[in-house]
């Protein structure tokens, strides 16, 4: 099984901040490599997907880059409702593992 | 877009079974078919298997190829899963999932808890 590890597990950052988080692959999975927002009590919701692609809706403060083993969430000006855990998700191949979560809170 | 409806929250005692359902409706021929999440109480998500629209093919992660069954109703787009020998552990939220090429959970259900208590 492919092994998704994020860093960091959590970080505090305050509103206007730029917020960066990483996601490491244990074996090659080029760009099939999609992010997930879930907020308290919420169901996931699809941000990014293949490295790089926003979904439909997603405000452009989001963005993701990377491609291989190593891929990157950036958030550019973090906002009141930004405040959640994010995912990382691998498509390459089965089990489509996810990482442990990054929770992202208010400093 | 696509919306997924799932069934409601069930207790049931260890070594029961439960079978959650998951209805499909909107744009969903421009999806690829149906995946389960689960996500213990605090915990991350973990990815259960999935079912293929095109020829029903599943694909189960190994811890769960004992216990979980997978299947679909296409004429009312509505996917099952059923999980057997349930223990205490199998308390979670278990999400359904409509996916995109690239294994890309796209649309998610509300999510339905199962319990699992003596």
């Known amino acids: 099984d492919i092994q998704m590890t994020q860093s960091p597990d959590s970080l505090s950052a305050s509103v206007g901040d730029r917020v960066t988080i990483t996601c490491r692959a244990s074996d090659d999975i080029a760009n099939v490599l999609h992010w997930h927002q879930q907020k308290p009590g919420k169901a996931p919701n699809l941000l990014i997907y293949?490295?790089?692609i926003m979904q439909s809706g997603v405000p452009s403060r989001f963005s993701g880059s990377g491609s291989g083993t190593h891929f990157t969430l950036t958030i550019s000006s973090l906002q009141p409702e930004d405040f959640a855990t994010y995912y990382c998700q691998q498509g390459s191949s089965a089990p489509r593992t996810f990482g442990q979560g990054t929770k992202v809170e208010i400093k | 877009q696509v919306q997924l409806v799932q069934s409601g929250d069930e207790v049931k005692k260890p070594g029961a079974s439960v079978k959650v359902s998951c209805k499909a409706s909107?744009?969903?021929?421009?999806?690829?078919?149906f995946s389960w999440v689960r996500q213990a109480p605090g915990q991350g998500l973990e990815w259960m298997g999935g079912?293929?629209?095109?020829?029903?093919?599943?694909f189960y992660a190994q811890k769960f190829q004992a216990r979980v069954t997978m299947t679909t109703n296409t004429s009312t787009s509505t996917a099952y899963m059923e999980v057997r020998s349930l223990k205490s552990d199998d308390t979670a939220i278990y999400y359904c999932?409509?996916?995109?090429?690239?294994?890309?959970?796209?649309?998610w259900g509300q999510g339905t808890l199962i319990t699992v208590s003596s």
């Open positions: 909107g744009n969903i021929l421009a999806t690829l078919g």
């Open positions: 079912i293929s629209d095109y020829n029903g093919d599943t």
């Open positions: 293949g490295a790089s």
């Open positions: 999932v409509r996916d995109l090429e690239g294994g890309v959970a796209a649309y």
